[in-house]
C-alpha cells in the first residue's frame, strides 16, 4: 500500500507541476456547455426553439403556403410562429421574439405573375443563434417557393388570370390544362433556377441588455448539457492518465521502476489508482461547478456511487486501450476516436430523442450512455440511489471487466519487456 | 585496485536472449566478485545492454541463470532487485520534479522512510555533486548534471551492487571525469559494479576485471593486464597506403611469422608472433615488398590491440 501511494503522490506531483492538459480537459465541459447556452439563449424550453413573428400583410395563397409550412409539424420543433399585426416591431423592439418575417402586401400576386418579391426579416440578436435559425427555415422555405414559382410560371399565369378582379372562374378544360402543365412542367424542370424571384432584406436590432432571468436560461441549457459533456470529459482526463505509462515508458522511468523492487502488477495498479484518484479530483471540479451553475441538489448517495463506478469504468476503458495499443500515439488516437464514438451513441453531446432509432438501439452499449442518463436522472429529474441503479450496475460491471482485462494486458506488456 | 576482492556475488551462466533469428545475447557466462568494478567492453550491438538488462530483472533470458549472492534472480526477482542499483543508459529521470524529489522517491520505492530517507537523499546529492540545485527542476539542468542525477538515482538505497550501462555516452568530457569520478568512490566503497562501455579507456582506468564482448559472446576475459599479455608475444602493425588490398595482402601473409587480421581500403592490419626482432623483420619485409606504402604504425599492446586480435576489428569502427 506504501509504494502505491508513493506511485500516486509522484504522479500527482507531477501532475500539478504540468496541468495544462488536464486544465484544458477540465475547462471544455464548462466553457462548452457556456458557448451553447450563449448560441442558443433559451425561454426556458429543454429544446429551445426559435420565436418567430411574422406579419402577413398580403393574406394571398402564398402568404398562406409559407404560413402553413412555418407551422408544420416538423418545423414546429424549432420554431414557434406567431401571427401579429402591426404590433410586430414593438414587440421586437421588446425583445420578445428572436425574429420578425414580414411578407408584404402583393406578395402572392406578384409572385403569380413572376414579378420579384421580398421578404423582409428583422432579428433580435440578443437570443444568439435563435434568429438565424427562424431566418433560415423562412429563407428554405421562399426557396422551395420560389422554385415551384419559375417551374410552374406557364399554370400560374393561367391561375393568375383567373384570380384577377372580375375573371372568370376557371372553366374544367382549363383546370385539366393547368393540372397538365403542372406535371409536364416538373418533369422537364431544372432543379435550380436564377435569379431568385424573392429575395430577403435582414436587419437586426441593436442588441438588448440581458434580463434578470438570463442567469436560470443559461442554467437550463447547462442542464441539458453538462451531464453528457461531463462524462465525456472525464472519460479525456482518465485517458490522458492512463496514457503516462506509456509516456513513462517512453522516458525510461517506467524501465527504472521495474527494475527495482516492486513488480509490474504494483505498477499497473499505481498508474490505475493514478487515473482514478485524478478523475475523482476532476469529477469533483466538475460537480463544484455544475452546482453552483445549476444551483441543484441531488441525491448524495446516488451521486457518489454513480461518480465511483462512472471512475472505475474510465480507469477500466483507458487501462484496456493502453493495453492493446502500447505506444502513446496510437493510444491517444484509437481513444480520440472511441471516446468520441462512444460520446455521440451514449446520448452525451445531444439528448438521447435527437438521436437516429438506429443510433438509440446501440446506445446502451456504451458507457457514456450510463453515465450521462444516470447524471440526468439524477440532476434533471431528481432522482435517487434506487433510480439510477441499473447504470450503477452496469458501469460498475463494465469498469471491473475492463479493469481486469486492461491491467492483464500492462502486465503482461510489462512482464515481457514490451513497456521497459 | 587496492580494494579487496572476496567472494563472488553475481554469478551468470550460459545467458541467451534471442530476438527472432537474431541472438542478441549467445551463451554469456561470468563471476563478478563483492567490491569488484566488473567491466563489459564492447561495440555497439554487442549485446551489453541486453545483458545488464537480464541482470537488472527486466529481460527474462531465453536460455540461462543469474545469482545474486547464491539466490537466483528469477526465483526471487524482488528480493534480488531490492539489493540492486541501476543506472540506465538513458536519463530516466521526472524533468518536471525537483532532483531532491526525484531521489526521495526513488529512495522510497527501495523502502527507505522518514529519517533515513532524508540522509541518504543529502549523501546522494553530496555524491554527485547536485546539492546547490537540489530543489531545482530537473528540466532546468544541463546534460551533464542530468547524467550525474541520473548515476544518483542508482546509488541512493546504498545498493549492495549498482548495475551502470554506459552511463557516459553523450556527454562532454568535463562532466564525463566527474561521473568517473563518482564511480571510484562508489567502487572504492566496496559497492559490486558492472560496468558497461565501448571506451577503451573507461575499461582501462576504471575496471578491475574487463570481459570484452562482442556479437552477444564473451571472447576474452580477464584484468586489464592479462587481456594485454594475450597478445603481449604478438605486434600489431597497421599499414597504410595507395596499394590495392588483394595485392597487399597476399604479398604481406606470405612474409614469416605476419598474420592478416583485417583489411580496409589504403590499409591492412598484420599480427606478427613474437615480439622484438619478429616485429622488426616483418617491418623490413614490409618496407621491401615494393607496395605503395604511406605509413606503418606499430601499436603497443592494449585493450583495442586485444579488441582487434580477437576480432580482426577495431573497436572504434
Known sequence: MRTLLLLVGKDLRRKARSPLGLLIVLSFPVVFAFLIA?????????TPRAHLLVQDRDGGIAADALLSALRSERLAELVEVEVVGPEGAARMEKGEASALLRIPKGFTQ???????????????????????????????????????????????????SSTRAGAEPPTEETTVAVALAVRRAFEGAAAVLSPPVIAFDTASLQPQPAGEDSGSEVSLIFLVILPGISVYALFLVGDLAMRDIIAESTAGTLRRQLAGPIGGGTLVLGKALYTAVLSLLSLGVLAVVGAVVLRRGVDPAGFLLLSLALILAVTGTSATIYGLARNERRGATIGSILYLVLAMAGGSFVNLEGLPRAVRAVSPVSPFYWGTTGYRTLIESAGTLRDILPNIAVLAGLGAALLALGGFLLHRAARRGALA | MSRAIMARVFRVEGLVKRYGDLRAVDGVSFEVRKGELYGLLGPNGAGKTTTMSILSGLLEPDEGRVFFDGVELASDPIRVKAQLGVVPQETALYDTLSARENLLFWAGLYGLAGADRDRAVDRALDQVGLTGRAKDQVRTYSGGMKRRLNLALGLVHGPRAVLMDEPTVGIDPQARANILEAVRAVAAAGTTVVYTTHYLEEAETLCDRVAIIDHGRILAEGTVDELKRRVGEKEILTVSGGFEVEEARAKLAALPGVQVVATTPGKIVLSVAGAGKAALDALAGVLASGLDLDGVEIQPPSLNSVFLDLTGRELRD
Open chain 1, 110 to 160: 406578384n409572385l403569380l405573375d413572376g414579378k420579384p418579391v421580398r421578404l423582409a426579416v428583422v432579428r433580435n440578436p440578443a437570443q444568439g443563434i435563435l434568429p438565424e435559425i427562424a431566418e433560415q427555415l423562412a429563407r428554405v422555405l421562399a426557396d422551395v417557393l420560389d422554385a415551384g414559382s419559375r417551374v410552374l410560371r406557364g399554370p400560374l399565369e393561367r391561375i393568375a
Open chain 1, 38 to 46: 450563449l448560441s442558443f439563449g433559451s425561454r426556458g424550453d429543454r
